[in-house]
């Protein structure tokens, strides 16, 4: 069973802190529905904000990467079958759905207590990193890019050691003398074997050269059983990444819906509200953005020791921004930050020739992301 502790006392401290008042019939009514097969990774609360009323419903424009721009109720969007876990059965322990289910009553009167803040008035710190933090670890971009970084990995892995020559480069085999990953395994086989060897007559440098000297042939004789190993178990491994990541994202969750030590990295940030640009902010499907060195970057992948600015459209109209120092101005172009932040897609008010615009840049910045990880990487092997 889940620890309950750090998710009831989010929401019950930031109920007194913003000194909202707290519906009681709402949070009991929903700590007892048990969640259905539908689950959103961005709770409808969140999503409200974005809406328009419409007949008897609330309507967000969708714009997808690789579906046309839709129209939908907000029960619609941002939700998957059984994202979090398979419905629970009567009188067995609650599942993560149900955690999360209950968790949203609260979260619920967070959301609207920020959205209602008068201007001027501070932001409370720690519910307003709070509320960043979960919304951006539960949701599924974060399992999307697990899983896009982890197949990145697994390709660069198969392209240089099924490579030969690429392999060899990687070893530094053609080098006169042993250098790179070669010595380091040579510098901790010596440590060992040195004073043995020095004994029989084998010098550091002879040792080191003979090494050196049957190293490449050895490895002309072992090449093609290592590059059929590697081939078959990415091919293997592959295919469970997804589960992997999915499952990752669960037992973090299950462990805290809060997770304490994300929260203390940006809980000392100034926090504030900002008024959206001209047209209004989009909802990219990461939550909130991070400003790290020169770019934004989906938060869930940000290295929150480095980033500078933290954003996240708390309504069509309102950013919630947190700076560590300084109060740098919305860019004009937050819109297109957002949009290549997100992974599937962005969400909106309404539908508009610039927000279609957009399109083409979702999920660049995640990509590029991994890339960069990826050519790093290899430029130090």
Not at 237 to 245: F, N
Request: include cysteine; charge should be negative; hydrophobic fraction near 45%.
């Amino acid at each position: 069973m889940m620890k309950s502790k750090h998710s009831r006392r989010f929401s019950l401290e930031a109920d007194s802190q913003l000194n909202a008042p707290l519906n009681i019939a709402r949070l009991v009514t929903t700590s007892i529905l048990m969640s259905g097969r539908k689950q959103h990774f961005i709770p409808q609360s969140f999503l409200r904000g974005f809406a328009t009323p419409r007949q008897n419903n609330v309507f967000v424009t969708v714009y997808p990467k690789e579906r046309p721009i839709f129209e939908v109720p907000t029960d619609g969007i941002a939700a998957q079958r059984d994202f979090y876990s398979a419905l629970g059965v009567d009188g067995s322990e609650p599942t993560l759905d149900d955690h999360i289910t209950t968790f949203e009553g609260g979260l619920a009167v967070t959301i609207r207590a920020l959205r209602e803040l008068a201007p001027g008035m501070p932001v409370d710190r720690r519910a307003a990193a709070g509320l960043v933090t979960h919304l951006t670890m539960r949701n599924a971009h974060f399992r999307n890019a697990a899983t896009f970084g982890a197949g990145k990995m697994f390709e660069t892995v198969k392209e240089v050691f099924t490579d030969r020559d690429r392999t060899r480069a990687a070893l530094q085999l053609d080098t006169d003398t042993l250098s790179g990953p070669m010595l380091e395994q040579f510098n901790e086989q010596w440590a060992q074997a040195g004073p043995m060897l020095e004994t029989l007559g084998i010098t550091r440098t002879a040792f080191a050269e003979l090494i050196r000297t049957r190293a490449g042939p050895l490895f002309e004789q072992m090449f093609g059983e290592i590059a059929q190993g590697i081939e078959s178990a990415i091919a293997t491994i592959a295919p469970q990444v997804a589960e992997t990541g999915a499952n990752a994202q669960k037992r973090a969750l299950t462990q805290d819906l809060v997770p304490p030590v994300r929260v203390e990295k940006i809980v000392d940030f100034s926090w504030t509200r900002r008024p959206a640009p001209p047209g209004g902010v989009i909802l990219p499907d990461c939550v909130a953005i991070g400003y790290e060195g020169d770019k934004w970057l989906p938060l869930s992948i940000a290295d929150l020791d480095e980033v500078d600015i933290i954003a996240m459209p708390l309504d069509a109209a309102t950013i919630l921004w947190a700076g560590k120092a300084g109060t740098a101005d919305v860019p004009a172009d937050f819109n297109a930050s957002c949009a290549a932040c997100s992974w599937d897609f962005f969400l909106a008010a309404s539908r508009s020739d610039a927000l279609e615009g957009l399109i083409p840049v979702i999920r660049t910045e995640t990509e590029r992301f991994f890339d960069d990880v990826m050519r790093e990487a290899l430029s130090e092997s």
